[in-house]
């Protein structure tokens, strides 16, 4: 029985995926039905597989969208179509992106990469710069599965070293570089949605965000040295002597370089998209994934590895989609939720609130609060993803002062700051799982203050450029 409704999920979440592509370049109202249908069949079957525990987000999401159609008057059914094909967009980006995985794990890129810059990695300042940049740019590939990755590759390079100053060290490198890479990393879907849902620019949203990630590492690092002061430890002694013995005692490191292949894959599928999106007048979020089936599909067929895609593909379609389907479920509630509030007066709601705010603190804007709704959200155990989904899209549909890209930096400076604190969220969970140490350690304890300096840090760089724009 369940293996027959695991079937019915895959089948559903690719024929959901599917259509969405289909219809946005070829408009059909029969497909839409299609389409939402698979969606509500995806939403049965997730129910039917996963525990009510489990499934608890997306039921209040559905049962308060069809209470809010059902005060406003809106037809349920009607409803209920709208609402299961209002985040196709975001669905069939998350279908496909874990595509770019099956690339960055058919070579030992990482490995080849750290194993040519040992030589530059000789103080562990120069070490947490190493391990905090790379993690981004594999977060560029694998989202948060960058933790793990990298954390079990840093320890192959300090050998059995552990103790709280070495894991706070490797552990707040790795989730404050993953937390910095959802502002400007382009594949990461919550600033994707942001950017799309806002209509900012999208170059320009990755230069802001690439710049505040760059001042953030700095501060890490900063952070960092007062840390390893404050354990009275010298970690460079002990990573050079344990890097020293690894290397020379092991051949894991000996694959061939690999870098300027990595390289190479980087800048085809981040420019690809970017020069797409300025030529090509379509969707971002449909430019990045029709970009990444073929990115794939060219790799493969270039490494004449075609037996692997396949095999990748039966392997996703049985196992990767299934393990998705809460994700999923999260999105078709959220649109139901969404969809319904934009029926009733609720976007006037807000824009009355924020008059109330901008006239009791004339001082104060609405961006200073804005960070502060994704952190709670994120304390409540909700994801970026769905936090920047129920958030940017309630805010699309209102007209605030303010430029889009600054209404970008606000929100996905939110959503760090709730990955690097919140133990509820997937990367403190990992990183929790993989080091031993609790979450509220992994986050609150070792990453608080310099969360404090960051919303300070992105407060002074959004309020900066509000007077410049104001005058």
Known sequence: MFTYMKWGLSIS????????FITYFYESEFLLHVEALSGFFLLLFAAFLLSLNKFKLPL??????ILIFVLSDTSIIEGFRNGLIL????????VIIPMI???LNTEPYIESIMYSSYRFINTSRKMYIGIASFTQVIAYFLLFGSIPMMYQFVNKMVGNQHGEPLERFKGTALVRSFALSTIWVVTIPSFIFAVEALDASLWLSILQGLFISVCGLVIAVLFSHFEEKKYGVDLTQIINQEMKKVLSDSSDFEQGNKAGEFLFLFITLFGTIFVLHEFWPIDLMVIV???VVVWTFVYFIVKKRTGKLVQEMKTYFRKGMVNQSYQ???????????????QTGFANVIISGVDIIQEGLPSLNFLYFLPFIVIILGFLGLGPLTVMVLVAGILQNIDLPYPPE????AI??????SILLSPLLMPIIILSGQNGMSGFKNGIQFNLFFAIVFYILVQVYIQSLIVIWLE
Request: hydrophobic share 65%.
């Open 87 to 94: 985040m196709r967009d975001i669905i069939g980006l998350l």
């Open 412 to 417: 996905t400076s939110g959503s760090v700051i």
């Open 101 to 103: 995985s099956w690339v």
């Open 328 to 342: 999923f479920s999260v999105m078709l509630g959220a649109g139901m939720m969404i969809f319904s509030l934009n």
């Open 289 to 291: 994934p029709l970009v």
């Open 60 to 65: 209040f999401l559905v049962s308060l969208g």
């Open 406 to 409: 600054l209404i970008v930096m």
């Open 13 to 20: 979440i690719s024929l959901y995926a599917l259509l969405h």
